[in-house]
């Protein structure tokens, strides 16, 4: 389950209409590679550069496909792909989904911006997210110590609010050693991609015990 990209104008989502800028519909990587809606798209700029290529210093398109794609006859080629759910779905033992994702202020696994004071001082502990409601009808405070737990491991951290992430779900940044979200995904292969199953799975929640100390 990764990024999908969007029509976006005007901060409202618009499918068929002109993209001004790509928004993610995917709440687990909503930080990553954030893009302001008067930022220009790499390209051409066709008016000051009769050639249409690209050049260093071009300030790109601030709108993209206005008329037509870059395609013999200008039309653009969509393929329907048939639906798949995940390999494994929420039930009643593990009723809710657990996707992750990055943060803006950490890379990966945190090799590098985790011993960055500043980035570190802006994101110091692990934290799961999860919309205020779920949090409430858990007794779970933002701030307090969350667990959560799969078939295949059990890891705790601190619950985060945000209204962004969807009922039923809990992000996780997979940066934190200590609380290591892969302990819990899936490592299922797509048949047809031959990707591991890491950004779904179903979990159950619980009020927190202990979160394990970072090892930096």
Not at 15 to 23: C, Y
Not at 69 to 92: C, I, Q, S, W
Not at 96 to 108: D, P
Not at 159 to 173: E, I, S
């Amino acid at each position: 389950m990764d990024r999908q990209p969007v029509a976006v104008q005007g901060g409202n989502q618009l499918p068929g209409r002109h993209i001004e800028h790509v928004g993610d519909a995917h709440q687990g990587d909503r930080d990553d590679h954030r893009r302001q809606p008067d930022q220009a798209h790499p390209g051409p700029n066709h008016e000051d550069d009769a050639d249409g290529d690209e050049h260093e210093g071009d300030p790109g398109e601030p709108i993209v496909f206005i008329e037509d794609f870059p395609r013999p006859g200008g039309r653009g080629l969509f393929a329907p792909a048939k639906y798949t759910h995940a390999d494994e779905m929420p039930d009643n033992e593990y009723p809710y989904i657990f996707t992750t994702g990055r943060q803006l202020e950490h890379w990966h696994t945190g090799a590098m911006t985790r011993r960055a004071s500043v980035l570190d001082a802006l994101e110091p502990e692990a934290v799961v997210s999860a919309h205020p409601d779920d949090l409430a009808t858990l007794g779970i405070e933002a701030g307090g110590v969350i667990t959560l737990e799969s078939r295949r491991g059990k890891i705790s951290a601190y619950a985060r609010a945000d209204r962004g992430v969807p009922r039923g779900t809990f992000f996780m940044p997979f940066v934190y050693n200590e609380a290591a979200a892969n302990l819990l995904t899936n490592d299922a292969i797509d048949p047809f991609g031959k990707i591991p199953e890491f950004k779904f799975c179903a979990v159950k929640p619980s009020k927190g015990e202990k979160v394990a100390a970072a090892v930096l």
